[in-house]
Structures are given as C-alpha cells and as structure tokens.
C-alpha cells in the first residue's frame, strides 16, 4: 500500500542530507524516511501525468522509488534531494507514457482528441480541473502537466516524450483548447 505522509512532527526534525547519505549507503530505514518524506508530491505529479489513474499512478510511484533507490549511490547532490527524486517519478512516468504511445498513429490521438472535446457533464456531477485534465489524451495531458503544471521547458518535455519541439508545443495548445471547451461546456 502506498504511504501518502509522514506525521508532521517527524518532518521537521528530519535532518534530509543525513538520510541521503546514510541511504546512499544502503540504509533502508534512512530510504523510508526519505520515501515518507517524498511521496505525496510524487504521487501527485504521476497521477497528473497518467490521467487520474490511482493504480497505474501508485505502480509508477513505486517504481520511481525503486529507480531512485537503485541509483542513489550515484546522486551527487548538485540539486536537492527532492529535486532530483521528483525528476526521477516523472522520468519514470514519461517513459511509461512513452511506451503507451508507441503504438499510436496521429489518427489515433486526433480521433482521442475529437472524442474528448464533448462535454464530460452529467447530471449531478460537477467538472473539476483534474477531471477535465484527466480527460486529455495521454500525450496532450503530458505536455500540458509538464509545462503548465510542473514548469518544464518545451525543450524538457519533447526530449522527455520523444517529440520535437513544434510538437510539445502544439500539443499544449490543443490541451488548452480542449479544457477551455470543457469548462465553458460547463459553466453552460
């Protein structure tokens, strides 16, 4: 099961550069702390990127962690901690989103997009912004969290998803467009 946090008071007596460099050394327990410590914001991230989807989300958290674990003898502390785990979940996340796409053609994604542009109301049921983000093809959801949410450059995210640079950002547009209609189809 996925832990979400730790009790407050233990976060603020948590000495972060201690437990990296005991985990780095191969302290589970100094991992957990560190896991704890971590896994809220990204869970939060993943979730984004993957749509709203808990399991697959609470899946790529998990093997976000395990990455870091793997490669944590080799973090040289030139950004925080938090920062470079946070890199890790989403690398991990694009690289399942990656893999997702593989087999999709642009008819594909364009017919998605077509599909999703129908407003999402149902009686007695309100539109959030996470449901109508949610509601994105995979591709589009990812270039608009990324950027627009996470603040990564257009640079970032196409050498993250493997698109060019046009790509990513025609992709927001259309992710832009789409939740505008969502949400004016709401107010409506």
Not at 43 to 69: C, D, M, N, P, S
Not at 103 to 123: C, K, Y
Not at 170 to 180: E, G, M, P
């Amino acid at each position: 099961m996925l832990v979400v946090s730790a009790p407050a008071d233990t976060l603020e007596a948590f000495d972060e550069a201690a437990a990296v460099g005991r985990a780095a050394r191969g302290d589970r327990r100094a991992f957990e702390q560190l896991y704890r410590r971590h896994v809220g914001r990204v869970y939060g991230a993943i979730w984004r990127l993957v749509g709203g989807h808990h399991a697959r989300a609470e899946e790529l958290t998990q093997e976000a962690f395990i990455k870091a674990w793997q490669a944590l003898p080799d973090f040289r502390g030139e950004a925080a901690f938090g920062t470079w785990l946070y890199r890790v979940a989403v690398n991990a996340a694009m690289m399942d989103l990656r893999s997702r796409s593989a087999g999709e053609d642009r008819e594909t994604d364009d017919a998605a997009l077509a599909q999703v542009a129908a407003p999402l109301t149902s009686p007695g049921v309100g539109l959030d912004l996470d449901r109508a983000v949610a509601s994105l093809p995979p591709r589009a959801r990812a270039v608009l969290v990324l950027y627009d949410i996470e603040g990564w450059t257009h640079d970032e995210i196409a050498g993250g998803l493997g698109m060019a640079v046009g790509s990513s950002k025609a992709q927001l547009h259309r992710a832009r467009q789409l939740l505008r209609q969502r949400l004016e189809g709401h107010r409506s």
